[in-house]
């Protein structure tokens, strides 16, 4: 599992250019640890990943709400 966290003042936005970002640090991370085992990408933000057709890359989401449930 590979951990993103972000504060937003609301839903975070995943736009074309940062989900680039995150797939080159998902390689990066591949690569450095020599894996091939499947990797998760979970989102801790304030207020979670605002739906777009980006939002597709965050397998899971873990809100400041979450945090004190």
């Known amino acids: 599992m590979i951990c993103e966290m972000k504060y937003s003042n ?6 074309k ?7 080159d640090r ?3 991370f591949r690569y450095s640890e020599r894996t ?3 990797l998760r990408l979970t989102f801790v933000t304030t ?3 605002k739906l ?13 709400e979450d945090l004190f449930e």
Do not use: A, C
């Open 10 to 15: 609301g839903e975070f936005s995943i736009d």
């Open 47 to 49: 207020f979670g990943v």
């Open 17 to 23: 250019k940062y989900e680039k970002t995150l797939r």
């Open 36 to 38: 091939y085992k499947d």
């Open 26 to 28: 998902i390689d990066m």
């Open 52 to 64: 777009n057709e980006h939002k597709g890359i965050v397998d899971n989401e873990i809100t400041l």
